[in-house]
């Protein structure tokens, strides 16, 4: 069973970049259609970006198109997503989670295994 473990939130500026890093444990990032979703207070957790174990599709939400990069390193068992021109609406907890051969690469409850959240904040 996979655990999974996020880092690299924090608080940062308006037009700033982050890299968030999700390293997993008692399995391999190679396994596992990947994901990044966010919550923000009072809101649903939505996907930002995915990628497919096979890493030859990688999905990412309209509203951080162009600005945020999926990424994974097998050698390292990390999925990785690099957020670069932040806004203030990019704040939320973010969460990575993993799923064996996920249909709806979009819907959270197809992910069987979660982290336990960073915050990322993005003041104006």
């Known amino acids: 069973q996979v655990q999974l473990v996020e880092s690299g939130g924090g608080l940062v500026q308006d037009g700033d970049s982050l890299r968030l890093s999700c390293a997993a444990s008692g399995g391999t990032v190679s396994s596992y259609d990947m994901g990044w979703f966010r919550q923000a207070p009072g809101k649903e957790r939505d996907l930002v970006g995915a990628?497919?174990?096979?890493?030859?599709?990688?999905y990412y939400a309209d509203s951080v198109k162009g600005r945020f990069a999926i990424s994974r390193d097998n050698a390292k068992n990390t999925v990785y997503l690099q957020m670069n021109s932040l806004k203030p609406e990019d704040t939320a907890v973010y969460y990575c989670?993993?799923?064996?051969?996920?249909?709806?690469?979009?819907?959270?409850?197809?992910?069987?295994?979660w982290g336990q959240g960073t915050q990322v904040t993005v003041s104006s």
């Open positions: 990628i497919r174990r096979s890493a030859f599709g990688t």
């Open positions: 989670a993993a799923g064996f051969r996920v249909g709806d690469i979009g819907k959270y409850n197809e992910y069987g295994y």
